[in-house]
């Protein structure tokens, strides 16, 4: 590929870009491996796309999840509760979530 890399590919440039035939970025498309727009009768795949079928499907062993005692797990939930303040911001923040919602039905239905 002469150009600069697009962050929108067509199927022909993507099959380019991974060295596979056309045919198999269509097929990978029909069996939602591949996310891509169908824009009238052509695709488009974001380059996002491709690499992260690449990184789903490398080879390297997926690292194992690190494992917690419960007092670590205990430690961290204590690291992470709210203050007074942080806590009235929250709830604000869920209040203004909620009237705003409801505002957005009554749009919709009136």
């Given at each position: 590929m002469a150009e600069t890399l697009r962050s929108i590919l067509t199927p022909e440039q993507a099959a380019e870009y991974l060295q596979v035939n056309r045919e198999t970025i269509y097929r990978y498309i029909r069996d939602g491996k591949l996310v891509a727009s169908r824009l009238g009768k052509v695709y488009r795949i974001p380059?996002?796309?491709?690499?992260?079928?690449?990184?789903?499907?490398?080879?390297?062993?997926?690292?194992?999840?690190?494992?917690?005692?419960?007092?670590?797990?205990?430690?961290?939930?204590?690291?992470?509760?709210?203050?007074?303040?942080?806590?009235?911001?929250?709830?604000?923040?869920?209040?203004?979530?909620?009237?705003?919602?409801?505002?957005?039905?009554?749009?919709?239905?009136?």
């Open positions: 380059k996002r796309s491709v690499d992260l079928l690449l990184w789903v499907t490398r080879t390297a062993p997926k690292g194992a999840l690190r494992e917690y005692t419960p007092e670590q797990i205990a430690g961290f939930l204590e690291a992470d509760e709210l203050d007074d303040e942080a806590l009235g911001v929250a709830q604000r923040f869920l209040r203004a979530g909620r009237r705003r919602a409801n505002d957005d039905a009554a749009a919709r239905g009136a």
